[in-house]
Protein backbone atom coordinates (compact mmCIF):
# COMPACT_ATOMS: atom_id res chain seq x y z
CA UNK A 1 0.00 0.00 0.00
CA UNK A 2 1.47 3.21 -0.96
CA UNK A 3 0.06 6.53 1.01
CA UNK A 4 0.28 10.24 -0.94
CA UNK A 5 0.34 13.42 0.70
CA UNK A 6 -0.80 16.61 -1.16
CA UNK A 7 -0.05 19.91 -0.70
CA UNK A 8 0.28 23.18 -2.35
CA UNK A 9 -2.67 24.24 -3.81
CA UNK A 10 -4.21 27.32 -2.86
CA UNK A 11 -6.23 30.48 -4.73
CA UNK A 12 -4.37 32.75 -7.28
CA UNK A 13 -5.17 35.10 -9.99
CA UNK A 14 -4.90 34.47 -13.16
CA UNK A 15 -1.08 34.58 -14.57
CA UNK A 16 0.08 33.68 -11.10
CA UNK A 17 2.00 30.83 -9.91
CA UNK A 18 1.73 27.40 -7.59
CA UNK A 19 3.86 24.68 -6.83
CA UNK A 20 2.14 21.19 -5.63
CA UNK A 21 3.87 18.50 -3.87
CA UNK A 22 3.19 14.94 -3.30
CA UNK A 23 4.82 12.91 -1.18
CA UNK A 24 5.07 8.98 -1.21
CA UNK A 25 5.49 6.63 1.42
CA UNK A 26 7.03 4.09 -0.66
CA UNK A 27 10.29 3.44 -2.62
CA UNK A 28 8.69 0.67 -4.86
CA UNK A 29 7.42 3.75 -7.67
CA UNK A 30 7.89 3.75 -11.27
CA UNK A 31 6.11 6.61 -12.38
CA UNK A 32 4.35 9.40 -10.87
CA UNK A 33 1.94 12.08 -11.82
CA UNK A 34 -0.59 14.80 -11.96
CA UNK A 35 -3.89 14.70 -12.78
CA UNK A 36 -7.09 17.31 -12.56
CA UNK A 37 -10.72 17.09 -12.56
CA UNK A 38 -12.68 19.86 -12.89
CA UNK A 39 -16.36 20.10 -11.79
CA UNK A 40 -18.49 18.15 -13.77
CA UNK A 41 -15.57 17.10 -15.84
CA UNK A 42 -14.04 13.94 -15.74
CA UNK A 43 -10.46 13.42 -14.40
CA UNK A 44 -7.28 14.38 -16.87
CA UNK A 45 -3.93 13.89 -17.09
CA UNK A 46 -1.67 16.83 -16.69
CA UNK A 47 1.48 15.64 -16.29
CA UNK A 48 3.75 12.18 -15.48
CA UNK A 49 7.07 11.54 -14.64
CA UNK A 50 8.93 8.56 -14.35
CA UNK A 51 12.10 7.81 -11.71
CA UNK A 52 14.47 7.96 -14.46
CA UNK A 53 13.01 11.57 -14.81
CA UNK A 54 11.07 10.65 -18.33
CA UNK A 55 8.18 13.31 -18.74
CA UNK A 56 4.37 13.39 -20.41
CA UNK A 57 2.43 16.49 -20.32
CA UNK A 58 -0.85 17.22 -21.44
CA UNK A 59 -0.93 19.64 -24.44
CA UNK A 60 -3.07 22.27 -22.70
CA UNK A 61 -0.13 22.82 -19.74
CA UNK A 62 3.04 22.05 -21.90
CA UNK A 63 5.09 25.13 -21.59
CA UNK A 64 3.74 26.44 -18.28
CA UNK A 65 3.64 23.76 -15.96
CA UNK A 66 7.23 21.39 -15.10
CA UNK A 67 7.24 18.28 -13.62
CA UNK A 68 9.90 17.51 -10.97
CA UNK A 69 11.10 14.65 -9.44
CA UNK A 70 12.84 13.88 -6.24
CA UNK A 71 13.90 10.13 -5.83
CA UNK A 72 15.30 10.43 -3.00
CA UNK A 73 12.65 12.17 -0.57
CA UNK A 74 10.15 9.73 -3.09
CA UNK A 75 8.19 13.22 -4.35
CA UNK A 76 7.06 14.54 -7.47
CA UNK A 77 6.40 18.33 -7.44
CA UNK A 78 4.45 20.71 -10.08
CA UNK A 79 5.23 23.90 -11.04
CA UNK A 80 2.78 25.57 -12.31
CA UNK A 81 3.24 29.21 -14.07
CA UNK A 82 1.04 31.18 -16.49
CA UNK A 83 -2.40 30.03 -14.56
CA UNK A 84 -5.40 30.21 -16.45
CA UNK A 85 -9.09 30.33 -14.99
CA UNK A 86 -9.40 26.89 -17.07
CA UNK A 87 -6.65 25.25 -14.82
CA UNK A 88 -8.97 25.29 -11.55
CA UNK A 89 -9.40 21.80 -10.51
CA UNK A 90 -8.60 19.36 -8.25
CA UNK A 91 -5.40 18.03 -8.77
CA UNK A 92 -4.74 14.92 -7.54
CA UNK A 93 -1.19 13.19 -7.74
CA UNK A 94 -0.83 9.35 -8.43
CA UNK A 95 1.79 6.89 -7.85
CA UNK A 96 2.53 3.88 -9.89
CA UNK A 97 4.14 0.32 -8.40
CA UNK A 98 3.83 -2.31 -9.67
CA UNK A 99 0.38 -3.27 -11.59
CA UNK A 100 -1.21 -1.03 -9.19
CA UNK A 101 -1.65 2.77 -9.02
CA UNK A 102 -2.36 5.02 -6.26
CA UNK A 103 -4.00 8.03 -5.73
CA UNK A 104 -3.78 10.48 -3.03
CA UNK A 105 -6.98 13.09 -2.33
CA UNK A 106 -6.58 15.54 -4.18
CA UNK A 107 -5.85 19.41 -3.51
CA UNK A 108 -7.90 22.49 -4.74
CA UNK A 109 -6.71 24.73 -6.77
CA UNK A 110 -8.76 27.60 -8.04
CA UNK A 111 -7.61 30.76 -10.28
CA UNK A 112 -9.38 33.46 -10.52
CA UNK A 113 -9.60 35.91 -13.50
Known amino acids: QVQLVESGGGLVQAGGSLRLSCAAS??????MGWYRQAPGKQRDLVAT???????NYADSVKGRFTISIDTAKNTVYLQMNSLKSEDTAVYYC?????????WGRGTLVTVSS
Open 94 to 102: SAAAGSLTY
Open 26 to 31: SRSIST
Open 49 to 55: ITTSSRT
